[in-house]
């Protein structure tokens, strides 16, 4: 009876503590969505309507200069949910390809599930995921497209990282297994083989999943989660993670052919449909007015999707030439190091605090999110969890006080810091590689460079003369047309030990030293640079 007693009085401090006028937290994270496909941000550069994007902005704030921690999704999607660098942690666990991905992190990772669910929120995942999983398999090897068990539950999933309920894919919506996973059950029969356009990656899908009805699914998730929430005490935290733009390019029947723009603008316009759903959602439950609302992309567009549904190489430049920009007015796409690829849309509603049709030039990353969230709970951080997230709350309450003045991003093959309107690129080139590189090929850069330095470096402290990096003002030169490397080497230098600093401390905020779970460098060049 006594210990009965202590759980309702530990419950009703709890409750006390963590009181229900705190606002539900809703963020809805769409899938290589450029800074340039969102009318409110491309303007004239952008032809495809996203009238729910562009009424977000006008209900809140727009961010102009919101930049993600890299230029392709699990690293960038990792920073997000930890608050913590992806290049700070260790490999992930061995998996298959594409969803059957191990884990990123390990269980004991402190997240976005967990600070909410610490925090007394009801917590809440709806989309891709993305982020590993580790599923039962028939032999107890490593988990594929051939020995998954899909009739046995998964083992660990979003339900292991503080999330109290999850409805979610795998992976992308180009990446098998095509079958959504309640909890850690398999949904459906998942005895099909199927492949979508763009790259036509053929693997197990459940019998009656379709590519055209995941966004609706996810929508309707996402409807149920805040219905099923919006009476109880506690507030909840809703995390959205839409498939879309990501090829394949699947619209709804409803929007083919209703953007002007091909098969890839009706895409966007249906994910741009999606946060009015969610939206709508609020407003049915009665929780609107107590609701913050927070839309991104996790990274630029990926420039082989166009108006053909095939994925091609560059395809997105005949877009280009009939007027919309996906990338917005930046160098660069996706897996690279340009703004193109790191600067995306967002936006905040936030009734009653957050000023509607108000504008932030004040330079964030997503990373921001979890010590930004954490304020408006009023949740203490741990001075080892989110090590590199700094809360932009001020901007949103529209006060005078600098949150952050430098950002950390990274391309798939090279870096970048971020100091004011100066972006340093540790590395020459577009930072990126592969089938889908942006010009100019990382590979073809460094071998430029070599050419112009004379010979191949020593090692890595050569690696700082000016013939290895890029300097770009952005505020003089946001297309980083004009490399100033060479004549403000001084900054150049400047910035690389600040840089230097962030990587070896283990953390960009105030506190004590961490360790990063792996050995740093803050070059990453090819390998035949040291080859003799």
């Known amino acids: 009876m006594k210990f009965k007693l202590l759980g309702f009085l530990i419950l009703a401090l709890n409750t006390l503590l963590f009181s229900s006028d705190r606002p539900n937290v809703v963020f809805i994270l769409a899938d290589d969505l450029g800074y340039g496909d969102v009318k409110a941000f491309g303007g004239k550069k952008s032809k495809v309507p996203t009238p729910h994007f562009d009424q977000l902005c006008r209900d809140g704030m727009k961010f102009t200069n919101a930049h993600v921690t890299n230029s392709v999704c699990v690293p960038s999607r990792t920073s997000i949910m930890t608050g913590r660098y992806a290049f700070r942690f260790a490999k992930g666990e061995q998996g298959g390809p594409w969803g059957f991905i191990g884990l990123q992190f390990p269980v004991s990772q402190h997240t976005l599930g967990t600070m909410f669910k610490s925090g007394g929120y009801n917590t809440g995942y709806v989309g891709k995921w993305h982020l590993g999983t580790r599923m039962t398999t028939k032999d107890g090897e490593v988990q594929g497209p051939d020995n998954t068990d899909f009739t046995k539950p998964i083992q660990i999933g979003p339900s292991d990282y503080g999330f109290d309920e999850c409805f979610f894919l795998p992976g992308s919506l180009d990446m098998f297994p095509y079958a959504y996973v309640r909890g850690k059950q398999w949904q459906g029969s998942v005895t099909a083989q199927k492949g979508w356009s763009a790259f036509n990656r053929v693997g197990p899908a459940a019998e009656d999943f379709l590519d055209t009805e995941v966004l609706s699914t996810f929508c309707d ?38 953007s002007g723009m091909g098969v890839y603008g009706d895409f966007v316009m249906n994910t741009d449909a999606c946060i009015g759903r969610v939206r709508e959602h609020l407003r049915k439950s009665g929780v609107e007015e107590n609701s913050i609302v927070m839309v991104s992309s996790d990274h630029g567009p990926g420039h082989y999707s166009g108006r053909q549904r095939k994925a091609i190489p560059h395809q997105m430049k005949e877009m280009e030439k009939e007027g919309h920009y996906s990338r917005g007015p930046w160098r660069g796409y996706k897996f690279s190091c340009y703004e193109g690829g790191l600067r995306v849309p967002f936006a905040a509603v936030w009734p009653g605090v957050v000023q509607p049709g108000s504008v932030s030039d004040s330079p964030i990353s997503l990373i ?79 071998k430029e460079a070599l050419v112009e330095f004379g010979r191949k470096p020593k090692n890595h402290k050569e690696l700082e003369d000016p013939t290895f990096v890029q300097l770009y003002d952005l505020k003089a030169d946001p297309g980083e047309t004009k490399n100033l490397a060479k004549s403000h080497f001084d900054q150049v230098k400047k910035m690389i030990r600040a840089y230097a600093k962030i990587v070896d401390d283990g953390r960009t905020t105030p506190g004590p030293k961490l360790s990063n779970d792996r050995p740093l460098k803050i070059f990453r060049p090819p390998g035949f640079i040291w080859k003799k």
Do not use: C, M
């Not at 993670?241 to 052919?257: I, K, M, Q, R, Y």
């Not at 590199?388 to 003045?405: G, H, T, V, W």
């Not at 991003?409 to 990126?432: C, F, I, M």
């Open 221 to 258: 998730e996402a409807g149920q989660f805040i219905s099923s929430h919006a009476k109880r005490e506690k507030p909840f935290f809703l995390f959205v993670a839409l498939t879309a733009p990501h090829t394949p390019s699947s619209p709804e029947p409803e929007f083919e052919g209703k």
């Open 368 to 446: 921001d999110l979890k010590a930004t969230w954490a304020d408006i709970a009023d949740i203490e951080l741990s001075p080892e969890h989110a090590p590199d997230s700094i809360s932009f709350l001020p901007y949103l309450k529209n006060q005078e006080i600098l949150a952050r003045n430098h950002l950390v991003a990274q391309g798939t093959r090279a870096d970048a810091y971020y100091e004011g309107n100066w972006k340093l690129v540790l590395g020459p080139g577009s930072g990126s590689s592969g089938g889908h590189f942006t010009e100019p090929k990382s590979e073809d850069a460094w």
